[in-house]
């Protein structure tokens, strides 16, 4: 598949600003700790940004993406504002869910993004029913939905694949299996290593790839977009990636230091990188440039965050009817 | 005696009963290696083998309900939801089968389940993560609920939990896992069903569960020379130690009753009705109920403490009915 280099170089800003955003939030996260205010939880998407990015990359606006637990790449790759999620993480009212949602509730459905999740394997339901619009009202949108290895052992998941084959809806299950749920390894959740062939017993399309592999991942992603619009039907794509981080600020590490060096020798980013230096599509210069704007882009994002206002007390029973 | 923390007498409540009785065992996400995020089955895999303590995929009804059929069976399961939020994704399990069956089958099938659980709010982790659910499992025939607000509280009532021969979801509360309370070294039970008067008063009674009894014994501290509260522990709201409410109210008078439960529809209502239908004469002022604002749980730190009752509404409350 041929890819634009301009597009490649958005991709891998956007994998860039997601890391470092992951970064900054953590270093929020620390600074609340450190005057006794803890943040509630935090999961860090670092090491999985090439599945958010090679995804999103083929969504319109009115396209929907589920996003889950672990959702900060989600939303910066479906094109949410850096500066609004930064401030969520504090909980201003300048906050992408105007401070209500945190973390794992960021939202912003002007551009398709239907929220985090803080039930495992909550979104993989939601995400059949704007697939199903689309098909109701004969539009060609898609759904997708982002979930970890450790959801596709909820029962609802399974439900999911079954009603999405059996009525050829226009949805996406992307699987981003980082190998461990929590602290439980994959091989204490499944009885077997790969998701993407279960696809088959439904029907329906199952792919694997290399989650750590920007370009697989858009390729993959591309036909199954592609075959979702055309009202082929749903595809299971089951990315292999893994997090840099424990699962989340507060569990402490407990995967073998092996596996983690490993898996930090694929880092994605570095990846595409050696491709795009490789091929000429960006000069070291521009590299260290796209790092340094994106840095920037970051603090600014988080001194926007400090600076906002938390919403005032009065207000909380706001936004509960419509 | 020793000073002991509410994790620590939980964890020594398991490891007591399981070495009493091999047909207790512990099932789970994440309870093994870690021994559950909150740490209260730590050692457990060490001291009894992961046959006994078995750590699952995330697959709540699953587990749930291969609990409840194991008890069935005849095994004495505790089952471990991370959080009583999750127990959503099971409710089948818990309120359809596990209350029921016994009834259902003319007494011939007996269920003796435990399933602990944590809930509450006040650590910023949102709508679907701080929810106080146990007016739901209340409403249902045929479950036990428990609620410990201490340590010496918490280990004798799952000891009682654990030999019951009915199903008894033990609700924990996240903030009181880090508390300590004394504790003798001999072993002792908290029968289910016997309220405890943590505080004795004249002027108003004051009715608690969970960490809100800690919240009542702080506003009867903070109006002490003012007014002298009486505060009831019901530790179990299934069975319901009525009788203890009732001898309260008929020496005080006045009854508030306070919960971390949104206010509408809690189970403060329901000992509101009781204390009208059945005390109505004893009564001098209309009685309160004192919960949480009826909202999801906001994120922002201040919204959440603007929607959670604290001691200072209890004072409050206790004012407007002394
Ligand atoms: C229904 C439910 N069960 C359990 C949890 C607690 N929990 C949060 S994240 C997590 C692990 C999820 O693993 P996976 O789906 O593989 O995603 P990952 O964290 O690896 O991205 C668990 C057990 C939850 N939030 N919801």
């Known amino acids: 598949m041929q890819i634009a280099q301009d597009d490649l170089r958005r991709m891998l800003r956007l994998m860039h600003t997601i890391r470092s955003f992951e970064l900054t939030a953590q270093t929020l996260f620390r600074e609340g700790l450190a005057v006794g205010q803890f943040l509630g939880a935090l999961h860090s998407y670092e090491g999985e940004e090439a599945v958010a990015v090679g995804v999103c990359a083929h969504l319109r606006d009115d396209d929907c993406v589920f996003s889950s637990h672990r959702g900060h790449g989600h939303s910066i790759a ?4 850096v500066r609004a999620m930064m401030a969520e993480l504090l909980g201003r009212e300048s906050g992408i869910s105007r401070g209500r949602g945190g973390s794992m509730h960021m939202f912003a459905p002007e551009i398709g993004l239907m929220g985090g999740n803080g039930i495992v394997g909550g979104g993989t339901p939601l995400a059949l029913g704007p697939a199903f619009a689309a098909q109701y009202r004969g539009t060609d949108q898609v759904s997708v939905c982002f979930f970890g290895d450790g959801a596709a052992s909820q029962g609802v998941f399974h439900e999911c694949l079954n009603l999405a084959s059996l009525w050829k809806l226009p949805v996406i299950y992307v699987c981003e299996n980082n190998l461990w749920a929590a602290t439980t390894p994959i091989c204490d959740g ?3 290593a790969d998701l993407a062939p279960r696809a088959e017993s439904f029907g329906m399309a199952g792919v694997a790839v290399d989650g750590n592999d920007l370009l697989a991942v858009y390729e993959a992603a591309g036909e199954a977009v592609g075959r979702a619009r055309e009202g082929v039907g749903p595809t ?3 990315a292999k990636t893994y997090r840099h981080r424990p699962h989340c600020m507060v569990i402490p590490e407990h995967r073998p230091e092996d596996e983690l060096a490993d898996w930090h020798a694929r880092d994605p980013i570095a990846r595409l990188e050696g491709h795009l230096l490789r091929e000429g599509a960006i000069s070291d210069v521009e ?21 906002s206002a938390s919403p005032d007390a009065a207000t909380f029973a706001d936004y509960l009817w419509a | 005696m020793r000073n002991v923390t509410y994790i620590r007498a939980l964890n020594e409540a398991i490891a007591e009963e399981m070495k009493r009785d091999e047909a207790v065992f512990v099932i789970g996400e994440d309870v093994a290696d870690c021994g559950g995020v909150f740490g209260v089955t730590a050692g457990m895999m060490k001291r009894f083998g992961r046959e006994r303590v078995r750590q699952t995929p995330i697959s709540e009804a699953a587990f749930t309900g291969l609990a409840v059929g194991a008890a069935m069976a005849g095994l004495r399961p505790i089952c471990e939801i991370m959080y009583v939020d999750f127990a959503t994704t099971c409710m089948d399990q818990i309120l359809n089968q596990a209350a029921k069956l016994r009834y259902m089958s003319g007494g011939q099938v007996t269920v003796p389940l435990v399933i602990r659980t944590q809930q509450g709010g006040g650590t910023c982790e949102a709508a679907q993560h701080s929810q106080n659910l146990e007016a739901i499992f209340a409403h249902v025939p045929g479950m036990k609920v428990a609620m410990p607000s201490t ?14 021969h009915n199903p008894v979801i033990f609700l924990e509360h996240k903030l009181l896992y880090e508390t300590k309370g004394e ?4 072993e002792y039970l908290v029968p289910l069903g016997e309220a405890d008067v943590k ?9 608690a569960t969970s960490l809100m009894v800690l919240r009542a014994l702080e506003a009867a501290e903070t109006l002490a020379g003012e007014v002298s509260i009486e505060v009831i522990d019901l530790r179990t709201l299934v069975p319901l130690d009525f009788e203890a409410i009732a001898a309260s109210v008929r020496k005080t008078g006045r009854l508030v009753v306070a919960q971390e439960a949104w206010t509408s529809g809690g189970f403060g209502g329901e000992i509101v009705r009781r204390v009208c239908e059945e005390c109505f004469d004893a009564l001098v002022a209309p009685p309160k109920v004192v919960g949480s604002a009826d909202v999801p749980m906001p994120f922002s730190p201040g919204l959440e403490q603007a929607v959670l009752p604290d001691a200072d509404a209890i004072v409050d409350a206790v004012r407007a009915v002394a």
């Open chain 1, 287 to 307: 590299l260290a440039d796209l790092v340094t704007e994106v840095e920037a882009e970051l603090q600014a994002a988080a001194d926007f965050a400090r600076e």
């Open chain 2, 151 to 164: 340590p010496y509280d918490a280990k004798g009532l799952l000891k009682s939990a654990i030999r019951d």
């Open chain 1, 190 to 192: 499944w009885p077997v």
């Open chain 2, 199 to 207: 505080r004795e008063g004249t002027d108003v009674t004051v009715v």
């Open chain 1, 78 to 81: 479906k094109g949410a504002d």
């Open chain 1, 236 to 238: 299971l794509i089951e």
């Open chain 2, 183 to 186: 504790m003798p070294r001999e």
